[in-house]
């Protein structure tokens, strides 16, 4: 399977720890993507690379999240002092970006099947 | 600030018959639109696209119909079948696509009755 994978599925902590997440994208997209969802919500921006450049970060990033593509293939999250607000999963995804000039239609964002996060 | 809002929590049809989920967007910047589909404990997976330059889109089974005037956009599942079951996100970005900060509405769960 060729998809988007993310690691671990499941995260269980006290509140104050630190925890890292992990996705490897599709293996030829250069954009990767953090979402976050909460229960009854749909999914939320939190930041984008395009390989190891992070472009954007959403307000919802506070300065206790950082994440890195640090070769502009795999992604990390971290969370430190992790806080019961932070429960969540959090969604890892990618896309094929093309270039200005290059084709129009850029392909959809590949979403993984989530880290679940449960900060106790 | 909800600017994607599906109104509707859930919806419940026959098998074989038509599954219309709807959306409705309050930034006129927006100007693609994407339809995702969710199974439990699965990420969210792709469905269908449409520009706002285009009305209509088609794949199978699967339409999707806007109206930029009404701001509003359309899913139609025909005929739907119980796989079909499972939460539906719709989703919009700006610049044509091209950036891919999507904005999600909360969903609509979908039951496909046999």
């Known amino acids: 399977d060729t998809g988007v994978s993310q690691n671990p599925r499941h995260k269980i902590t006290k509140r104050g720890q630190n925890v890292t997440f992990r996705c490897d994208p599709i293996?030829?997209?250069?954009?990767l993507y953090w979402y976050r969802q909460t229960l009854g919500q749909g999914p939320e921006f939190l930041t984008y690379?395009?390989?190891?450049?992070?472009?954007?970060k959403s307000r919802l990033l506070s300065d206790r999240f950082s994440a890195e593509r640090p070769k502009g293939s795999f992604s990390t999250l971290e969370i430190q002092r992790t806080e019961q607000g932070d429960s969540a999963m959090y969604l890892c995804?990618?896309?094929?970006?093309?270039?200005?000039?290059?084709?129009?239609?850029?392909?959809?964002?590949?979403f993984g099947n989530g880290t679940r996060l449960t900060v106790t | 600030d909800q600017q994607v809002k599906q109104n509707s929590p859930s919806l419940s049809v026959q098998e074989g018959r038509i599954s219309i989920l709807n959306c409705d967007y309050t930034?006129?910047?927006?100007?693609?639109f994407l339809w995702y589909k969710k199974y439990p404990a699965e990420g969210p997976t792709f469905l269908i696209s449409?520009?706002?330059?285009?009305d209509k889109n088609e794949d199978g089974r699967f339409t999707v119909f806007l109206n930029k005037s009404a701001k509003h956009l359309s899913l139609h599942i025909v005929p739907s079948q119980p796989g079909d079951s499972a939460v539906y996100f719709c989703?919009?970005?700006?610049?044509?696509?091209?950036?891919?900060?999507?904005?999600f509405g909360k969903g609509t769960l979908l039951t496909v009755n046999p």
């Open positions: 995804a990618s896309s094929l970006h093309f270039p200005a000039g290059g084709p129009v239609n850029n392909s959809p964002l590949h």
């Open positions: 293996s030829e997209h250069n954009r």
């Open positions: 690379f395009q390989n190891e450049a992070q472009l954007e």
């Open positions: 930034n006129s910047m927006f100007d693609y």
């Open positions: 449409i520009s706002s330059i285009k």
């Open positions: 989703a919009a970005s700006k610049s044509g696509g091209s950036n891919y900060k999507l904005t």
